[in-house]
Structures are given as structure tokens and as C-alpha cells.
């Protein structure tokens, strides 16, 4: 069966700060692979997806990057973070014609 | 008007209740549709896909209705368990990848 890490599972980040973020997939090949932030109290943000190695599209724009540098393994970074930045992050992974997206566990981000 | 709307809730019912939530869509595109769930600062899971002719799983019955872009989830005799936000999603093909909406969610609150 497939399953999705994501870590680290809670941060906090002063204002300025790099930032990079992991998630990586088991048990599929070739997912599509998509990064999330939710606010707090606020719906999914997609930020970006991706549907193969090194092909990344940003759904938004903003001063976070994200690249895929291996078939399962997706990265999310950022050089300098801003307060707005705090939220939670959601990993999620695709593989089905309907759809369907499977999420990881999240890394709630603070920036102060 | 936003691509998908939900009633923000929160929907605060006994156990045992039955309980109904509605979600309408904006784009009359969208190819497939789902319920998922989401339990306080967890990741989204997904409840259910939602089918043309209506689908059932154990006490959760969802429909959909192409015509009016209306999809509903119906919650049969609430558990305790059952106290989540309840995600309302609709998919796109978009550029070649399923891109999912997310509504923002309708908040359930079930009481002894």
C-alpha cells in the first residue's frame, strides 16, 4: 500500500529564515505530486504540483519554490520567510484517472 | 462567487441524529467529486467519492446532481466519532493534472 511522510511535523521559524520542507512517497511510481498550505481556520491553498522529475508548476505566486528531485521525493522551500508564511503545509500524491488526492500528515509552520 | 460553497456550519447534533450537508459548484467542467474529512489540525482523509448515481458506504450516502452542480452528504445515525469538518471537492483536468477545489468546509459537532 502507499503511504506519504512529510517532516518535519511542527516548526518554528523567525522572520528572514530559510525553509525547506520534505515529503516523500512509498509504495507508487510516477505520482502526481502536490504542495498545500492551509491558514489557520481557512480552506486548501494549492501552491504547486507536479507530474513528473524536475517539472514543477506554481499555482500562485509568492516567495516559495518548490522543486522534485526524484521520483517520489517532493521539496518545498523558501530563501527568506515571511510571517505570512505560517500555516499548515500538506503534502498530497495522485495516481488514480479520477482524481482522488492522498494527503501526509502536514508540517505546521510559525513563522515569528 | 467561489468555485465550490459550503455551508460553514458548524452543525451541532445529538447522537444519533441524522445529518445533511450541501456543496454546490461553480464549474459545470468538473469531472469528478469527492467528500473528505478532516479532523482538528490533521490532514485532510478521504470520506468518499461521489457518483452520478448516488453511492452508499455503511451510514454515509452521497449524491450528486449534475444538472443544479449540487452534491450533497448525508450522516445516519452521528457518532461521537463522526465530530470532524467535512470537505467538499470537485475535480478539474486542468492543463493535462487533476486539480482539486476544496471548499472550505462544513464543521460537524456531535453530542452525547
Known amino acids: 500500500s502507499q503511504t506519504i511522510h512529510q517532516w518535519p511535523a511542527t516548526l518554528v521559524q523567525p522572520v528572514g529564515s530559510p525553509l525547506s520542507l520534505e515529503c516523500t512517497v512509498e509504495?507508487?511510481?510516477?505520482?502526481?505530486l502536490y504542495w498545500y498550505r492551509q491558514a489557520a481556520g481557512r480552506g486548501l491553498q494549492l501552491l504547486f504540483y507536479?507530474?513528473?522529475?524536475?517539472?514543477i508548476s506554481s499555482e500562485v505566486p509568492q516567495n516559495l519554490s518548490a522543486s522534485r528531485p526524484q521520483d517520489r521525493q517532493f521539496i518545498l522551500s523558501s530563501k527568506k520567510l515571511l510571517l505570512s508564511d505560517s500555516g499548515f503545509y500538506l503534502c498530497?500524491?495522485?495516481?488514480?484517472?479520477?482524481?482522488?488526492?492522498?494527503f501526509g500528515p502536514g508540517t505546521r509552520l510559525t513563522v515569528l | 462567487r467561489k468555485e465550490v460553497e459550503q455551508d460553514p456550519g458548524p452543525f451541532n447534533v445529538p447522537e444519533g441524529a441524522t445529518v445533511a450537508f450541501n456543496c454546490t459548484y461553480s464549474n459545470s467542467a468538473s469531472q469528478s467529486f469527492f467528500w473528505y474529512r478532516q479532523d482538528c489540525r490533521k490532514e485532510p482523509k478521504l470520506l468518499m467519492s461521489v457518483y452520478s448515481s448516488g453511492n452508499e458506504d455503511g451510514r454515509f450516502t452521497a449524491q450528486l446532481n449534475r444538472a443544479s452542480q449540487y452534491i450533497s452528504l448525508l450522516i445516519r445515525d452521528s457518532k461521537l466519532s463522526d465530530s470532524a469538518t467535512y470537505l467538499c471537492?470537485?475535480?478539474?483536468?486542468?492543463?493535462?493534472?487533476?486539480?482539486?477545489?476544496f471548499g472550505a468546509g462544513t464543521r460537524l459537532a456531535v453530542h452525547p
Open positions: 507536479s507530474v513528473g522529475i524536475g517539472q
Open positions: 509504495g507508487t511510481s510516477n505520482p502526481n
Open positions: 471537492v470537485v475535480n478539474l483536468l486542468s492543463g493535462g493534472y487533476n486539480k482539486l477545489i
Open positions: 498530497a500524491w495522485s495516481g488514480t484517472f479520477r482524481g482522488e488526492q492522498f
